[in-house]
């Protein structure tokens, strides 16, 4: 069955920080891998995803993700936070199996201090 | 840019009151995903449409919810009789899966439902 893991409820950072938001995944077959953002009285946005290929993927508003198969994770970073980068974050996973459902993680919540 | 649409956005209703909520998906999409999302149980997938033929609805409760697609620029999640529990942010989503599943949803808005 597939499955999400991300760790960490919350995240603190400084602005012009570096951050990193975890995820580790299971999955039969090769994995969809996906992050969203939701930010407040909104709906879940897509962020960036991996399918194949380079294992460093470039998404929107600066993010980037690392995929990395022999640990099963899938870490969400960004060089240089922004407050307005807080928010929910939700690392969701897929795959050509189980009626091609994506199954989401319970979400981290991201603050960015001034 | 094309938006999943949810109507009403707010819902507020007293207990046992019938509840129906709307969702305009985005035109081309073959999959339409109902979710709940609470703070103490995060986000649920209720239920989920492809080329509108109901694909799976273990995570609805089936004696008070249904959801249909009675056309494909439409979905409908409705609850009878409400209950308190059930308030929560309900959202909407679609996307296409062709032979990979390699697409991401987009989401509506939601409606937020207080069940009094």
């Known amino acids: 069955a597939q499955s999400v893991a991300q760790p960490e409820d919350q995240v603190n950072v400084a602005e012009g920080n570096p951050l990193t938001v975890k995820c580790t995944y299971s999955?039969?077959?090769?994995?969809?891998l996906f992050w969203y953002v939701q930010y407040p009285n909104r709906g879940l946005q897509f962020l960036l995803k991996y399918i194949t290929g380079d294992n460093l993927v470039k998404g929107s508003y600066g993010f980037e993700a690392e995929f990395n198969k022999s640990q099963t994770s899938f870490h969400l970073k960004k060089p240089s936070a922004l407050v307005s980068d807080s928010a929910l974050y939700f690392c969701?996973?897929?795959?050509?199996?189980?009626?091609?459902?994506?199954?989401f993680g319970a979400g981290t919540r991201l603050f960015v201090k001034a | 840019d094309a938006r999943v649409t949810q109507t009403p956005r707010h819902k507020v209703t007293e207990m046992g009151q019938e509840v129906t909520m709307r969702c305009q998906p985005i035109?081309?999409?073959?999959?339409v995903f109902w979710y709940r999302q609470t703070m103490m149980q995060g986000l649920e997938l209720l239920a989920y449409?492809?080329?509108?033929?109901?694909?799976?609805d273990s995570g609805m409760p089936k004696d008070r919810f249904s959801a249909e697609m009675p056309d494909a620029t439409l979905a409908t999640l409705k609850i009878q009789p409400s209950e308190p529990r059930d308030s929560a942010v309900y959202f909407c989503?679609?996307?296409?899966?062709?032979?990979?599943?390699?697409?991401?949803?987009?989401f509506g808005d939601g409606t937020r439902l207080s069940i009094l």
């Open positions: 989503a679609s996307g296409l899966v062709s032979p990979r599943a390699d697409q991401p949803q987009h």
């Open positions: 999955v039969s077959g090769n994995p969809y």
């Open positions: 969701a996973v897929s795959a050509n199996t189980g009626g091609f459902k994506t199954i």
């Open positions: 035109l081309g999409h073959n999959t």
């Open positions: 449409f492809r080329n509108r033929a109901p694909l799976d």
